[in-house]
């Protein structure tokens, strides 16, 4: 887990809105989830994020 989830986690940031994807797969989640539910990978980004890059 990286700093800015640490953040997200700790501050009361509006998560309203907000989707996640796995960038192996491409499956778009509306909530955070430790693994992907199609394949299973661990690294679940937020869609549209400057983490986000899809491979």
Same mark, same amino acid.
């Given at each position: ?14 998560? +309203?809105?907000?989707?996640?994807? #796995? =960038?192996? @797969? &491409?499956?778009?989640? +509306?909530?955070?989830?430790?693994? #992907? =539910?199609? @394949? &299973? ?15």
């Amino acid at each position: 887990m990286g700093l800015l989830d640490r953040l997200k986690e700790t501050l009361p940031i509006d998560a +309203e809105g907000i989707e996640y994807q #796995c =960038p192996t @797969c &491409g499956t778009v989640l +509306e909530t955070a989830h430790e693994r #992907c =539910p199609e @394949c &299973g990978e661990i690294d679940i980004r937020e869609r549209g994020s400057f983490e986000f890059r899809p491979e």
